[in-house]
């Protein structure tokens, strides 16, 4: 099912408000929201429709989405997904994507995709409580179109 959205009285969104589209998927198991190149953010069906949960997921997807539009000096995009790599420049780390995991370029370290302690995810989350939180106290209005 399709679904798109008008998200209101939302500094942050209101800007991206016509070109964001929200699209309700049968993710893998766990995975609450994907945000995919191009625009569109994919949201559980699990999640319920006008819930604190979705504005949560919502704003986390659009965190990495923005990043993903957003250029540095240079005008490489702060966020890079492809199939191989995540390239997160700005925390400088690059990842080689391998089986669900993100190898540390430099380091080594491997962590689940998704995972609480990568640096692009802690900024996500982040937007995300703050989108659940403004969404609690009705700033943040989630309608049909
Ligand atoms: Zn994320």
Request: net charge negative; no cysteine.
């Amino acid at each position: 099912m399709q679904r798109n959205f008008g998200i209101t009285n939302s500094p942050v969104l209101k800007k991206q408000e016509k070109s964001l589209e929200i699209v309700r998927d049968n993710l893998e198991e766990g995975v609450m929201g994907e945000a995919e190149n191009g625009g569109v953010i994919k949201i559980d069906v699990s999640i319920e429709e006008g819930s604190a949960e979705e504005a949560e997921v919502v704003f986390h997807e659009n965190k990495h989405q923005e990043e993903m539009n957003a250029t540095n000096a240079d005008g490489e995009p702060l966020l890079y997904y492809d199939d191989n790599k995540v390239i997160d420049n700005i925390a400088n780390i690059t990842y080689t994507r391998k089986d669900g995991n993100l190898i540390n370029d430099k380091t080594g370290e491997t962590f689940e995709e998704g995972h609480k302690k990568l640096p692009h995810e802690i900024r996500a989350w982040a937007a995300g409580e703050k989108g659940k939180s403004a969404f609690s106290k009705k700033n943040v209005k989630l309608k049909n179109k």
